[in-house]
DNA sequence: TCATTAAAGTTAT
DNA sequence: ATAACTTTAATGA
């Protein structure tokens, strides 16, 4: 959790309910809003001029979005659209910089997941240059896995769908199942009722 | 090696 | 039932 609860809430937060899909904000828009997911998840993306989706990344409980065009006061460069069902807490730019002015600590920890952001995008464009298809995915599987604790071999549960897979690193659906199933007959995953195991 | 297209199979709502 | 997702196969860059 980046800022408590109780404090969005004194700073006038509103709880706003979304169903999959929705649109919480669009690209080229400019942002008036702090939002902080209370449960769910919920992607940014975009569209090339294919119409192709392109995943930029995705957020679920207890994190915020959107955050550095806030502070930026520059126009999204994404959509941020909900995949679940979700729960987001919502504050006006004008309160979240009183909020940062009254607790320096919020700052502080404003600043961390920036630099976090910035990090695992930099991580992220280091591997992704792989060659193959298959080697692209795995390197996206490891990263995925980091953020969950259990280091055990096929102890984490992919939440993403192939497609969503492919939307993330840039790879066709086909190719991804095609990819995932090589790596499972070469015991680097595991396919479960067509969950997949890393 | 991989994207694309098309078509069919499976699961979730 | 319908939509969303997965899978297979053929073709071409």
Redesign the pocket.
Known sequence: MIIKENLLYSAGATEEHYNP?DYIFREDTIPHFYYQIVTGVVKLNSYND?G?EFIQNIFSDESTFGESMLLLAKPYPVNAVTISRCTVLKVSREQIFKLMDANPYILLSLCKVLSERSYEKNVLMRKITS????E?LMEILDILKQSHMNRDKFSFEIPY????LGAFT??????V?????RLEKNNVLM?R??KIFY
């Open positions: 899909g294919d192709k060659k193959n298809a298959e692209r769908t192939r497609q969503q840039g790879i066709c659906v086909e190719t199942i095609r990819a995932i199933k396919i009722n067509r």
